[in-house]
């Protein structure tokens, strides 16, 4: 089973700093198309909690991580 800290095969943490990466200079693709990559709205925050696993997502999981978002961490 992966860790908390890790998305699942990476997505997650792939989608996320798509929506909010901030804008990084002297990027290419394959040297093609050098320039700035810059998230969606890099101004933004995110919190991200895992829930879900290989085996599938349980609704306790979810459940506590609205617990964890609302509660403890105050989002």
């Known amino acids: 089973m992966d860790s908390l800290r890790n998305a699942y ?3 997650g943490t792939h989608a ?4 909010a990466g901030f804008t990084v200079e002297g990027v290419s693709l394959y040297s093609m198309g050098q320039g700035a990559a810059q998230g ?4 933004s925050r995110l ?3 895992k829930v879900c696993y290989v085996d599938g ?8 991580a609205f617990d964890d978002a609302n509660i ?3 989002v």
Do not use: E, F, K, N
Not at 16 to 19: D, G, I, L, P, Y
């Open 72 to 74: 403890q961490d105050g």
């Open 47 to 49: 919190a991200i909690y």
């Open 40 to 43: 969606g709205v890099p101004s």
């Open 57 to 64: 997502c349980r609704d306790l999981d979810l459940m506590a």
């Open 9 to 11: 095969l990476g997505h």
């Open 16 to 19: 996320a700093s798509t929506v």
